[in-house]
């Protein structure tokens, strides 16, 4: 079955720049989607189709998707932004959806 | 606003039996594919089933596969899955979501309901 490889944690200053990747084989062949989930709560869509934001996301989530890795990058970090972060794809090989580990990202 | 309120959750003994129910309201429910996806707390979302928007379609991760059953009512507006045969390791808060325009992805989440198998 597809896997969907992230890092556990990423750590970043307020101001900066968060990279949070999500690996996979030929994940560039797929849309990739990412989801927002803070705690206690249910997720939600921050980017579709690798690089798309829903309305009401600020412009400042933004994704990339190429070969066997994706990227959702959040830029000027808020302290709001300390969540965990899922990439999904669907795989069409057995028609399941899949999702990655999960990735904490933490505003120092 | 599109609204999905997970319900039937609750304690339940290995070997037993739980209908979770997702009621949608704000959108036209017949027309949407439905997911259901797990989480045991503190640990990472895990898809389990898909419908399609008449019910003809469906589609179960393989730990699931034989043991729940995914189906809707759209006169009611209702998603179900059915759990047999459940065990500890089936202990996590249930979300039902709708799937969006694109069919790959997820655009609206409910707030889960929380599922604990033990003795």
């Known amino acids: 079955s597809y896997v969907l490889t992230q890092p556990p944690s990423v750590s970043v200053a307020p101001g900066q720049t968060a990279r949070i990747t999500c690996g996979g084989n030929?994940?560039?062949?797929?849309?990739v989607h990412w989801y927002q989930q803070k705690p206690g709560q249910a997720p939600v869509l921050v980017v579709y189709d690798d690089r798309d934001r829903p309305s009401g996301i600020p412009e400042r989530f933004s994704g990339s998707n190429s070969g066997n890795t994706a990227t959702l990058n959040i830029s000027r970090v808020e302290a709001g932004d300390e969540a965990d972060y899922y990439c999904q794809v669907w795989d069409s090989s057995s028609d399941h959806w899949v999702f990655g580990g999960g990735t904490k990202l933490t505003v120092l | 606003e599109v609204q999905l309120v997970e319900s039937g959750g609750g304690l339940v003994q290995p070997g037993g039996s739980l209908r979770l129910s997702c009621a949608a309201s704000?959108?036209?429910?017949?027309?949407?594919?439905m997911h259901w996806v797990r989480q045991v707390p503190g640990k990472g979302l895990v898809w389990l089933s898909l419908?399609?928007?008449?019910?003809?379609?469906?589609t179960y991760a393989d730990s699931v596969k034989g043991r729940f059953t995914i189906s809707r009512d759209n006169a009611k507006n209702t998603l179900y899955l059915q759990t047999n045969g459940l065990r500890a390791e089936d202990t996590a808060v249930y979300f039902c979501a709708r799937a969006g325009y694109s069919s790959t992805l997820i655009d609206h989440w409910g707030q889960g309901t929380l599922v604990t198998v033990s003795s």
């Open positions: 419908i399609n928007n008449d019910g003809r379609r469906t």
């Open positions: 704000g959108f036209t429910f017949s027309r949407y594919w």
């Open positions: 030929n994940i560039g062949s797929k849309s």
